[in-house]
């Protein structure tokens, strides 16, 4: 299948760049997309992206900014953060944060000093490189403690975090990560960030929309700052946001700016705003309880094919496999799978004997498939493409595997995208 041409003024001006955009176009159409951090946006996001707003530079806040002409630009953020305010029910908003990453480092700007304590779930039991782990400038450059999950249940042991958190005195505790597949007990954190003094942040990038759409719990009641992306299943732009209550908010915009940043990306600023206006309808509220429906009934399906997950399933949208028993380390079956037409990443268990780069999981997620119309009813054919692309991996059966693109491509073709050219 070829799509058709979509960007005439790209294609007249660098038809070499145009092709590659065409490419991924074409990708995204046909294969099923499985990484959870990833998911497709609307026509109205994609819009908002590409505006003229690009073409204004707007260092500082709206009414107190250095440039002039700020008169539409000021309005757009502030729509932004009124949505946020609205959707999330935080006392403040900041959406100028570049991404996650960003996002996360203005935290420590704004409540620790370099070398002091903080602690986060450990990078290999599903944690964030900007929780403090030790290659992230924020392991570097404050003393980062880890806590993990039992290696019997593949859940927090929270008696184990209280006792580290007590122990270490952390400035800043993080709970949330990028490999959870269980729902995260923020009240349990703020029970042990209120002993041991600390402040507590949630970051959510993975699980903020299903919060939005109400399928996951709410930090707000229980936490200082929340921190997320506005992508993955929030289905926004790649961009971020800091909440938190009122008392922090200026501290929080100290750090984004001039802590941390120049001017935001106001076409940026302004998908962020449409995203949240999405994400307010009712229809979005049937989006994130499909996610974690379809997640669920995935997990059953590759449970009942002798898959091993960590934590035995999922209570959200990710699923986290150990491929140990199957004989086939995660990096040889995601790729094979990527040729099968099914995109996932290669991903490290708790526990994993293997190196990160080479790891014993794959991680996969319901996002995607789920904007595409996906239901309950597909997942177990979902399952058996795993299954026999994991088992072609091992084998090196490069026929089974175009065999799956093949049916997998049907399956996309009957399902659109949301943004790709039809």
């Known amino acids: 299948m070829t799509l058709p041409l979509s960007h005439p003024a790209l294609s007249t001006t660098d038809p070499e760049l145009a092709a590659l955009v065409g490419a991924e176009e074409q990708l995204q159409s046909e294969t099923l997309r499985l990484i959870p951090s990833e998911n497709y946006v609307s026509q109205a996001v994609l819009e908002a992206s590409g505006t003229v707003l690009q073409n204004k530079y707007s260092e500082g806040y709206a009414g107190r900014r250095y440039y002039e002409g700020q008169q539409n630009i000021d309005q757009v953020e502030r729509l932004a953060v009124a949505r946020a305010k609205s959707l999330f029910g935080v006392e403040h908003a900041n959406v100028q944060p570049?991404?996650?990453?960003?996002?996360?480092?203005?935290?420590?700007?704004?409540?620790?000093?370099?070398?002091?304590?903080?602690?986060?779930?450990?990078?290999?039991?599903?944690?964030?490189?900007?929780?403090?782990?030790?290659?992230?400038?924020?392991?570097?450059?404050?003393?980062?403690?880890?806590?993990?999950?039992?290696?019997?249940?593949?859940?927090?042991?929270?008696?184990?975090?209280?006792?580290?958190?007590l122990k270490e005195r952390p400035k800043v505790i993080f709970c949330g990560g990028t490999a959870l597949p269980r729902t995260i007990d923020f009240a349990a954190f703020a029970e042990i960030a209120r002993e041991a003094g600390a402040v507590l942040v949630a970051d959510v990038a993975h699980i903020a929309g299903l919060i939005a759409g109400g399928a996951h719990p709410s930090p707000v009641p229980h936490v200082d700052v929340v921190s997320t992306t506005t992508h993955k299943t929030l289905r926004g732009p790649r961009g971020a946001m800091l909440m938190s209550r009122e008392e922090h908010a200026k501290a929080i915009d100290k750090a984004v700016f001039p802590g941390l940043q120049g001017g935001p990306h106001n076409q940026t600023t302004?998908?962020?705003?449409?995203?949240?206006?999405?994400?307010?309808?009712?229809?979005?509220?049937?989006?994130?309880?499909?996610?974690?429906?379809?997640?669920?009934?995935?997990?059953?399906?590759?449970?009942?094919?002798?898959?091993?997950?960590?934590?035995?399933?999922?209570?959200?949208?990710?699923?986290?496999?150990?491929?140990?028993?199957?004989?086939?380390?995660?990096?040889?079956?995601?790729?094979?799978?990527?040729?099968?037409?099914?995109?996932?990443?290669?991903?490290?268990?708790?526990?994993?004997?293997?190196?990160?780069?080479?790891?014993?999981?794959?991680?996969?997620?319901?996002?995607?498939?789920?904007?595409?119309?996906?239901?309950t009813e597909h997942m177990a054919a979902v399952a058996a493409w795993i299954d026999r692309g994991v088992t072609a991996a091992g084998k090196g059966d490069e026929d089974e595997l175009a065999a799956v693109r093949a049916e997998v491509a049907d399956l996309m073709a009957a399902h659109p995208a949301p943004g790709l050219p039809a």
């Open 98 to 165: 570049y991404s996650g990453s960003p996002a996360n480092l203005a935290v420590y700007l704004a409540f620790a000093e370099p070398g002091d304590t903080v602690m986060g779930m450990a990078l290999p039991m599903g944690g964030h490189l900007t929780h403090g782990w030790g290659v992230s400038a924020t392991g570097k450059w404050f003393r980062g403690v880890q806590y993990g999950v039992r290696q019997d249940t593949g859940l927090i042991d929270f008696d184990e975090v209280r006792e580290l958190a």
């Open 270 to 375: 302004a998908a962020i705003a449409v995203a949240l206006h999405e994400a307010a309808q009712p229809s979005f509220r049937d989006y994130a309880a499909q996610v974690v429906a379809n997640a669920k009934a995935l997990a059953e399906a590759l449970l009942a094919r002798g898959f091993d997950l960590v934590s035995g399933g999922t209570d959200n949208h990710l699923i986290l496999m150990d491929l140990t028993s199957k004989d086939v380390p995660g990096k040889v079956a995601a790729k094979a799978l990527d040729r099968a037409g099914i995109v996932v990443n290669y991903n490290t268990v708790p526990y994993d004997p293997r190196k990160p780069f080479d790891p014993s999981g794959i991680r996969i997620g319901t996002p995607s498939l789920t904007s595409r119309g996906l239901g």
